[in-house]
């Protein structure tokens, strides 16, 4: 009996130290690039939302002449105009050279006035913002300083999910907190973030962990902790963070060139959905569907078309469209690349020039006031578009503005008032007594395509009608 519980102690200690020798000891990480990460505060001056001039509270009688100046200043500001106030904000970055450059989040610094530096051993230096891109979430600051402390750059192309990655930074002023946990997915796109393939991690990231480091197991930075996903305003197990490969790409440009010049192809592109894979003939939904191809753009001069589905941008597999605009936005203007594509069916290869990418704008129109229609087997009222909607909606030919949508197929499949219906089935629509023929002919139990402009911006549809 006494030899038993000696075996199942053996074993126990056994399993124990078997499991605690599989996981990762961060204390060498910490101690050789801790002093490479820093804490950043900024000051922004706001102005306050009342004014020195009007809807102030009367100073109160009977004040001492030695205390006016003190009561004016709380009762009627310092001065006319709008009264300045200033706030502050927390937030964390790394040292990028031995002379001062410094890698932290385009929102730490966003606005600031003032923009303090504060390294491990206790020093605070003001940083000078060389320049921000507010699309990747990027900003190059420059201290005056040798010798400093700097971190190595690692490969996030390497990463594994489910390998670990570590944290420091200084969430809620906590300076110098470090956080560790596993990559959970690569190449993740946000609403907020067209031209960054996050890596999302389940690394405990809070305010104040902007713009701070993300390590791999060699110690390397792979990323800058940029985002989280949160109902509550805190962790919620879901972080972002912005590969370091297109922050550095970013920051060069920075440094050299004093801007951010990013690849364009000129298209607008979505998702390709099962049934929309269905009407384009395809054996599984992948890609990034063309919706929209802007006039004169490299896409256009290159032979894209509308309805084009884009697989493969210069030997990058394109699985899903959010993964396109990072490789592109990254590709050198007037560099060449090479695109396949399914067209109907059929696989093409394209050559494209990258253009540079330009400014655009998104409009919208009031449909109340337009004359009633009848509604059609899709539970849809639609109306020509004259010259000077079509100047506001940015549609130069072809399309119908819905007026009303009505229960039914059109309702489920997502279409709104004000929505410009462009195309069905890949056939043009030319007005509304074009758009109604086309629909009293369409096929029963078959998955039809409808492209539409809602904002603006193209986007396609499916629907499928029962009877």
């Known amino acids: 009996m006494f030899n038993k519980f000696v075996n199942s102690i053996w074993l126990l200690v056994v399993l124990t130290t078997a499991a605690h020798a599989q996981l990762p000891d961060f204390t060498e990480m910490v101690k050789n690039n801790g002093d490479a990460v820093v804490n950043i505060s900024t000051t922004q001056k706001a102005p306050d939302m009342q004014s020195a001039d009007s809807d102030q509270q009367p100073m109160p009688q009977d004040v001492p002449p030695e205390l006016e100046d003190f009561f004016r200043h709380f009762f009627q500001g310092p001065g006319r105009g709008y009264v300045p106030r200033e706030t502050n904000s927390l937030g964390s970055g790394f040292v990028l050279s031995k002379d001062g450059y410094i890698l932290t989040n385009h929102h730490v610094v966003n606005n600031a006035s003032e923009i303090v530096v504060k390294l491990k051993d206790r020093r605070e230096l003001v940083a000078k913002l060389i320049g921000s891109d507010e699309s990747t979430d990027v900003a190059l600051l420059k201290v005056e300083a040798k010798e400093l402390p700097v971190v190595q750059i690692g490969a996030p192309e390497q990463l594994q999910v489910g390998e670990w990655v570590l944290a420091i930074g200084t969430p809620f002023g906590f300076e110098q907190s470090v956080t560790a946990g596993i990559v959970s997915a690569k190449g993740r796109s946000l609403p907020d973030g067209n031209y960054v393939p996050f890596i999302q991690t389940d690394v405990a990231i809070n305010p104040g962990n902007s713009g701070g480091p993300l390590f ?3 110690g390397k930075v792979v990323g800058i902790n940029s985002q989280i996903y949160s109902r509550s305003g805190g962790y919620m197990g879901l972080s972002f963070a912005i590969p370091i490969d297109v922050a550095m790409n970013v920051a060069e440009q920075i440094k050299t060139k004093g801007k951010v010049s990013r ?39 290159a032979g894209i078309q509308i309805g084009d589905i884009i697989v493969d941008f210069d030997g990058h597999i394109i699985e899903t469209s959010g993964e396109l605009p990072p490789i592109v936005g990254m590709t050198p203007v007037d560099e060449k690349a090479n695109i396949k ?32 229609t009848a509604v059609d087997r899709l539970g849809l009222a639609v109306a020509d578009l004259n010259d000077e909607q079509r100047q506001q909606l940015q549609v130069e030919k072809n399309g119908v503005l819905v007026q009303k949508v009505g229960k039914g197929i059109a309702l489920d499949a997502g279409i709104q008032p004000g929505d410009v219906i462009l195309r069905v089935q890949n056939t043009p629509i030319r007005d509304a007594a074009d758009f109604n023929k086309i629909v009293a002919k369409l096929p029963v139990g078959k998955s039809i395509a409808m492209l539409i402009q809602r904002n603006g911006s193209p986007v396609f549809l499916a629907f499928k009608i029962d009877k």
């Open 263 to 301: 690849g364009w192809l000129g298209v607008q592109i979505q998702d390709v959905t099962r049934q929309l894979a269905e009407s384009f003939g395809m054996d599984r939904p992948h890609g990034a569907l063309v919706a929209k191809v802007i006039p004169g753009g490299p896409a256009e001069k």
């Open 341 to 372: 594509i399914i067209r109907q069916g059929d696989k093409e290869e394209l050559t494209v020039k990258v253009g540079l990418l330009p400014a655009q704008a998104a409009a919208q129109i009031n449909t109340d006031a337009l004359p009633e």
């Open 216 to 218: 791999n197991m060699q």
